[in-house]
C-alpha cells in the first residue's frame, strides 16, 4: 500500500534562518506531488506541485521555494524564514488522473 | 476560477444531535467533489467523494450529494458522535495536464459534545 511520510512533525526556527521540510511517498512511482500551507485560523493553499522529477509549479510568489531531486521525494525550502511563513505544512500526493489527494501528517512551523 | 464556499463555524452540537455543514462551489468545467476531514494536530484525511452530477459520497455514516443544479455538495450525518469533532474541508478537483489540483473552502470546526 502507499504512504506517505513528513518530518519533522512540528519545528520551531527563529527568523533568517533556512528551512528544510521533507516528504516522501512509498509504493508508488511518478506520482503528482503538492505542498499546502494551513495558516491559523485560515483554509489551505497550494504553494507548490510536482507532476515530476525536477519538475516544480509554484502556485504564489512567497519567502518558499521546492524541489524534487527524486521521484518520490518533494522537499520545501527558504533561505531565510519570515515571521509570516509559520504555519502547518502538508505534504499530498495523487496517482494517475482524477484520483484523491492523499496527504502526510503535517509539520508545524513556528517562526521566532 | 474555482472556488468552494463553506459555512463559518465552529459548529457545536449535542451527541446524536443532525448534522448538515453546507458546501456551495464555482467551477469553469465538470470537476469533482471531496469532503476532508483533520482530527487535532493531524493532515487531511479523504471522508468522501463524488465525480459526477448526482452522485453520492457516503462514509463513517457521512453522506454528500453532487447537486450541479444547486452546485452543492452539503455534508450530513444523522447522529454525530463525540469522536466526529473535527475540521472538515470541501474541496473541488478539475485534472488538467498540469495536476490534480484541489480548491478548498476555509473549514468549518465541529465540535460535538456529550
Known amino acids: 500500500s502507499q504512504t506517505i511520510h513528513q518530518w519533522p512533525a512540528t519545528l520551531v526556527q527563529p527568523v533568517g534562518s533556512p528551512l528544510s521540510l521533507e516528504c516522501t511517498v512509498e509504493?508508488?512511482?511518478?506520482?503528482?506531488l503538492y505542498w499546502y500551507r494551513q495558516a491559523a485560523g485560515r483554509g489551505l493553499q497550494l504553494l507548490f506541485y510536482s507532476v515530476g522529477i525536477g519538475q516544480i509549479s509554484s502556485e504564489v510568489p512567497q519567502n518558499l521555494s521546492a524541489s524534487r531531486p527524486q521521484d518520490r521525494q518533494f522537499i520545501l525550502s527558504s533561505k531565510k524564514l519570515l515571521l509570516s511563513d509559520s504555519g502547518f505544512y502538508l505534504c499530498a500526493w495523487h496517482g494517475l488522473g482524477n484520483s484523491p489527494l492523499h496527504f502526510g501528517n503535517g509539520t508545524r512551523l513556528t517562526v521566532t | 476560477g474555482n472556488s468552494v464556499t463553506q459555512m463559518e463555524g465552529p459548529v457545536t452540537l449535542s451527541e446524536e444531535a443532525f448534522l448538515t455543514i453546507n458546501c456551495t462551489y464555482t467551477a469553469t468545467g465538470y470537476p469533482s467533489l471531496f469532503w476532508y476531514v483533520q482530527y487535532p494536530g493531524e493532515g487531511l484525511q479523504l471522508l468522501l467523494k463524488?465525480?459526477?452530477?448526482?452522485d453520492k459520497g457516503s462514509n463513517k455514516g457521512f453522506e454528500a450529494t453532487y447537486r450541479k443544479e444547486t452546485t452543492s455538495f452539503h455534508l450530513e450525518k444523522g447522529s454525530v458522535q463525540v469522536s466526529d469533532s473535527a475540521v472538515y474541508f470541501c474541496?473541488?478537483?478539475?485534472?488538467?495536464?498540469?495536476?490534480?489540483?484541489?480548491?478548498f473552502g476555509t473549514g468549518t470546526q465541529l465540535k460535538v459534545e456529550l
Open positions: 474541496a473541488l478537483s478539475e485534472f488538467t495536464g498540469g495536476g490534480n489540483k484541489l480548491t
Open positions: 509504493g508508488t512511482s511518478n506520482p503528482n
Open positions: 463524488a465525480t459526477k452530477a448526482d
